[in-house]
Nanobody
């Protein structure tokens, strides 16, 4: 059972920045699709961003221009740089991986934007 490990969440003021990391053990990372979902309090999980093995990215409209996803295949890690954070970005952020038709998820990391 592949278990992704997220880190980097925390409490930040509006307008601040955080960088999330997600480590994916095992081989095949470089050929995997990686991405992030989030679940705001009291709401359903929602798509945030994804990056293909060919570095093609796709963002949720509300985070375009503020969030940047990147990947380091040598470290089996995907990053989510979040700038200009807003109150509505508060959520548990989940990393996911799609490899050979299977999906793998992390345990989630809390991001709280509050003044």
């Amino acid at each position: 059972q592949v278990q992704l490990v997220e880190s980097g969440g925390g409490l930040v003021q509006p307008g601040g920045s955080l960088r999330l990391s997600c480590a994916a053990p095992g081989s095949g990372f470089s050929s995997s699709l990686m991405g992030w979902y989030r679940q705001p309090p009291g709401k359903q999980r929602e798509f945030v961003v994804r990056i293909t093995s060919g570095q093609i990215t796709y963002y949720r409209d509300s985070v375009k221009g503020r969030f940047t996803i990147s990947r380091d295949n040598a470290k089996n890690t995907v990053y989510l740089q979040m700038n200009s954070l807003k109150l509505e970005d508060t959520a548990v952020y989940y990393c996911y991986q799609v490899q050979s038709g299977y999906e793998y998820w992390g345990q989630g990391t809390q991001v709280t934007v509050s003044s």
